[in-house]
């Protein structure tokens, strides 16, 4: 089946650390994102991609990179300069043009 | 980033009930999604409407695009227990070109009392 999958589905993360998390896509999208979800912040948009080898910041950009060298795939590094990481990360993937997003089923980081 | 207003916060109805919930913007859109996400997964598109004025169904779903275009609601009739989770309501604007951003709601969490 086609979709998105995203792991681990949970990470720790020591003080200090930088973490990567994964997102693959086999549904030929284009454009992929990371969001942040905090409980009762809804969904903040972290970096998105809209072609291979090119991403642009999104709202909260601070503390996290990306790379796009695949197609099907967009990994965020969590990086030490994060102060408050903890949090469920969702990526997601769409078409370009008049297309929704569609969403993996998240990655929930903690710190130890 | 700016952010829809999406109301009620939260709902606690019986089963069996409808449930109607919206989202208003200061600004016009020219997509409006619904998404509704359960404890510990990711968002799942419910309803996406290009058009204003547009009301499109899913099952027990039914979705508005505003004429006004300032505004969307999402309806679901005969709530049944798995129903239970966190709806959402996400938009673009017109200026976004091939930008794909969205604006996303805080959410509606709702609880079905079986």
């Known amino acids: 089946d086609g979709g998105i999958t995203q792991s681990p589905k949970y990470l720790f993360r020591k003080e200090g650390q930088n973490v990567t998390l994964s997102c693959e896509q086999n549904l030929n999208h284009d454009a992929m994102y990371w969001y942040r979800q905090d409980p009762g912040q809804g969904l903040r948009l972290i970096y998105y991609s809209q072609i291979v080898n090119d991403f642009q910041k999104g709202d909260i950009a601070e503390g996290y990179s990306v790379s796009r060298e695949k197609k099907e795939s967009f990994p965020l590094t969590v990086t030490s300069a994060q102060k408050n990481p903890t949090a469920f990360y969702l990526c997601?993937?769409?078409?370009?043009?008049?297309?929704?997003?569609?969403f993996g089923d998240g990655t929930r980081l903690s710190i130890l | 980033g700016q952010q829809l207003n999406q109301s009620p916060q939260s709902m606690f109805i019986q089963e069996g009930e409808d449930v109607s919930m919206n989202c208003t913007s200061s600004?016009?859109?020219?997509?409006w999604l619904w998404y509704k996400q359960d404890p510990g997964e990711g968002p799942v598109l419910l309803i996406a409407l290009y058009k204003a004025g547009e009301l499109t169904s899913n099952g027990r779903l039914t979705a508005q695009f505003g004429i006004t275009r300032k505004d969307s609601f999402l309806n679901i009739s005969a709530s049944i227990p798995s129903d239970v989770g966190i709806y959402f309501c996400a938009g673009q604007t017109p200026n976004a070109g091939n930008n794909r951003k969205l604006i996303w709601g805080l959410g509606t969490s709702l609880a079905v009392n079986p």
């Open positions: 600004s016009i859109f020219n997509t």
């Open positions: 997601a993937s769409s078409f370009r043009g008049p297309q929704p997003q569609h």
